[in-house]
């Protein structure tokens, strides 16, 4: 099943895919004349307003539905993927996460406006978007609308629940020592009580969760930097060079190709999988927020991949830069969130690097698992019409999932929703 799989990801996640994605962003930045450029600062204004309209409509505030987003976009992916990508790609790879994230600023705006141009108002009150809204509604295709929600509805399973709750797992036991499924059991009790609250609910708690975590990590980042100050223009330089180097590129013994395309292959896909830019999840958040302009909505979308992109994985890419740990071969630490583990504690004192690191995926984790518990609600309420039953059975299912993936490896799931991704 897993060579399969690896065989089938190898496809959906190849170079037409790459393409299309990073195309759709320039062609996005260069019809939009550049809007998250010239409008950057606009989008940091809109974060520390506090002036509400008092006429919007929406289940949760504008914030709050930033917050969704990037609990859900934020997550491991961030430290150990970005780890692989730093030695697959060598110091390049960061180069064209750089320029990945700048275009998908672009689709992330786009996504947002339509998310919230087309959202429709359910008999409760409640407000639902997303792509199967503006798929169906905007584009005229309902047949791609449902195939987008069912890829959508498997797949927050996989990435969303059983690959993050191993993570959370496996970080407890090696802060604690305890028992996986002791953390799968609190894990599920207290997605359960966030979850049955609905996006309401999930919008408050990530709205503190999120930016207590992101400053956590930014801090620390910003320490390790301080700390080796006096080496950042040679890990700056190695990432420019590196990033258009036709030199052939040695990973484990032997030669993989040359490194500009290694690093461009590493850059790009670290980037569309971190930053979620045209994967449809994040505009589902978006399209809950109480606003009545789109384009204000698409604003905030550029701000989420910049913190994503821009920030957060260039500190880590960084740490790993500045710490050495690339001398050494991945193969050899448990994970690659070990790899990372690593980078920090070489630089930070003690074993404070590890634990930090170790925090850092658990508060990454738990919010995604967060994020994407209601990108799955909105996906199967699209497939079933809003049905209460239906609601409550994936909430159920999606409780219990925590502690299947605490006590199991998350490897298959991975692997299936990594395509499942891919599709969307």
């Known amino acids: 099943m897993l060579d399969f799989l690896n065989v089938v990801a190898g496809y959906v996640w190849g170079w037409p895919l790459m393409i299309l994605l990073v195309g759709t962003g320039l062609w996005l930045t260069f019809s939009l004349r550049a809007l998250q450029f010239s409008h950057l600062i606009h989008a940091f204004g809109l974060i520390v307003r506090k002036t509400p309209d008092k006429k919007a409509q929406g289940d949760i505030s504008n914030f709050q539905a930033l917050m969704v987003a990037l609990s859900a976009t934020v997550g491991t992916g961030n430290i150990a993927g970005v780890a692989t990508a730093i030695y697959i790609g060598g110091p390049g790879a960061l180069f064209w996460m750089w320029m990945t994230g700048l275009v998908g600023m672009a689709t992330k705006y786009a996504e947002a406006v339509l998310a919230v141009k087309y959202r429709v108002q359910n008999e409760n009150g409640t407000f639902s978007g997303g792509p199967m809204y503006y798929i169906e509604k905007g584009a005229g295709q309902k047949w791609l609308a449902i195939l987008f929600a069912l890829l959508g509805g498997i797949a927050c399973f996989g990435i969303g629940n059983i690959a993050q709750s191993t993570e959370i797992a496996g970080a407890v036991q090696s802060l604690t ?115 009545q302009e789109p384009v204000e909505q698409g604003m905030w979308g550029v701000f989420e991949v910049f913190v994503d992109t821009i920030v957060i994985c260039t500190l880590t890419s960084m740490a790993i830069l500045l710490s050495g740990v690339l001398e050494y071969d991945l193969s050899s630490f448990a994970s690659n969130g070990a790899a990372a583990a690593a980078a920090f504690n070489a630089i930070l004192p003690g074993t404070i690097g590890g634990t930090v690191l170790q925090i850092s995926l658990l508060f990454f984790a738990l919010s995604t698992i967060l994020g994407w518990s209601y990108y799955g609600e909105r996906c199967w309420g699209y497939l079933s019409n809003n049905n209460k039953v239906v609601n409550v059975i994936f909430k159920i299912a999606f409780v219990l999932m925590c502690v299947v993936g605490s006590v199991g490896s998350g490897t298959l799931m991975w692997n299936i929703s990594d395509t499942l991704n891919g599709m969307m």
């Not at 020592?177 to 799968?184: F, I, K, S, V």
């Not at 609910?201 to 320490?223: D, T």
């Not at 030669?255 to 971190?274: E, H, K, L, P, W």
């Open 177 to 291: 020592g305890l028992d996986p499924l002791y953390t799968g059991i609190i894990l599920a009790i207290l997605t359960a009580i966030v979850v049955i609250g609905g996006v309401k609910r999930i919008g408050q708690v990530a709205s503190y969760l999120v930016p207590f975590m992101a400053m956590f990590y930014i801090v620390a980042g910003l320490a390790i930097i301080v700390l080796r100050i006096t080496d950042v223009p040679a890990a700056l330089a190695s990432i420019f060079t590196q990033a258009f180097s036709l030199e052939p590129r040695e990973i484990g013994g032997g030669v993989a190709g040359y490194t500009i395309m290694i690093s461009m292959q590493q850059g790009v896909a670290r980037g569309v999988f971190s930053n979620e830019a045209g994967l449809g999840s994040a505009p589902m958040a978006h399209a809950a927020s109480d606003t």
